[in-house]
């Protein structure tokens, strides 16, 4: 495996909306204001995903020539898109903070609590997150860390989980409860169209080193729900790698969502769920923030092939 010191320097990598289409880019910071640099993704192929780019690549790859002759653009954080559009794998870890298992009445996990978000629920970092028709009193917020896998790996030892993560992301695991308690999987309830907002870029490794140290708060409405410390997290990112990847192949772009701290909805009292009207607003020490605005789902027929 190559050496983290191998991959370049601390960036923010974006995709960004143009009127061309999605387009991918890399996000930098300056006394004048925050801009987005489009860069040519031509050496990996035609592709506007990072976690292609990163399979190419082996990794993340040397953008300095690409983001010098790349056009700069003034960030207007409304265009800003998932920076995976489809991950190969959107995994997640139930109970992982001790403050969050403690809250529900729940014996500290021995071992990860992992589920599949299926790749489909992967949203925007300002996009709209839809109350579903069947299930409006059930939606809960979850504001989490997320890691991008850059290179496609197997039974990495945790020793050597960094060398295979591009960077990190914030993550809402939107969760429709009654849908996610009927069985043990929980699967159906974390999947819905819209329910997995990413974003809003991806902080590469160079420039967050220690993602166990990080700060997390999530709003709704501007009142504070969550705030809490990675360092709370009972299976630290670099276990995670390598219990996963025990089992199976990690691919370059898969997300890896590390769970939520206390302060749910679910497991207030009395609960408090999500509602049409709402803003939810997750932060991330040294990554960033999801802002997204809750509406009612709005009415569509059956879709079957391409519309």
């Known amino acids: 495996m190559r050496s983290h010191e191998a991959y370049c320097a601390g960036m923010r990598l974006a995709r960004y909306s143009t009127p061309e289409g999605p387009a991918l880019a890399v996000v930098e910071r300056?006394?004048?204001?925050?801009?987005?640099?489009?860069?040519?993704?031509?050496?990996?192929?035609?592709?506007?995903?990072?976690?292609?780019?990163?399979?190419?690549?082996?990794?993340?790859?040397?953008?300095?020539?690409?983001?010098?002759?790349?056009?700069?653009?003034?960030?207007?954080?409304?265009?800003?898109?998932?920076?995976?559009?489809?991950?190969?794998?959107?995994?997640?870890?139930?109970?992982?903070?001790?403050?969050?298992?403690?809250?529900?009445?729940?014996?500290?996990?021995?071992?990860?609590?992992?589920?599949?978000?299926?790749?489909?629920?992967?949203?925007?970092?300002?996009g709209q997150v839809h109350i579903p028709a069947p299930a409006p009193d059930k939606v809960d917020y979850e504001g989490e860390l997320g890691v991008v896998i850059g290179r496609r790996c197997h039974r990495v030892p945790a020793a050597r989980a960094s060398e295979v993560i591009a960077g990190y992301v914030v993550v809402h695991d939107v969760s429709v409860r009654d849908w996610q308690f009927r069985t043990p999987t929980m699967t159906m309830g974390k999947s819905w169209d819209t329910h997995g907002p990413v974003g809003p870029w991806i902080v590469t490794t160079d420039e967050l080193v220690d993602p166990h140290v990080l700060e997390l708060t999530t709003k709704v409405n501007g009142e504070v729900r969550q705030h809490s410390n990675t360092d709370d997290l009972i299976f630290d990112i670099w276990w995670l790698i390598e219990h996963l990847s025990t089992a199976f192949t990690l691919m370059p772009g898969t997300i890896i969502t590390t769970g939520t701290p206390s302060g749910v909805g679910v497991f207030s009292d009395p609960p408090r769920f999500l509602a049409p009207g709402d803003v939810v607003e997750i932060e991330v020490e040294g990554i960033g923030r999801l802002v997204n605005p809750v509406v009612a789902e709005p009415p569509t027929a059956p879709l079957i092939g391409r519309s």
């Open 30 to 126: 300056g006394p004048e204001g925050d801009q987005v640099v489009l860069v040519d993704s031509a050496p990996w192929g035609d592709t506007d995903d990072w976690g292609v780019v990163f399979d190419a690549a082996d990794g993340v790859p040397d953008l300095t020539e690409a983001v010098a002759s790349g056009r700069r653009l003034p960030l207007d954080e409304n265009r800003l898109l998932a920076p995976v559009a489809r991950p190969p794998e959107f995994l997640a870890i139930g109970l992982n903070y001790r403050a969050h298992a403690l809250e529900g009445g729940r014996e500290v996990p021995k071992v990860p609590v992992v589920f599949n978000k299926q790749s489909s629920c992967v949203n925007s970092p300002r």
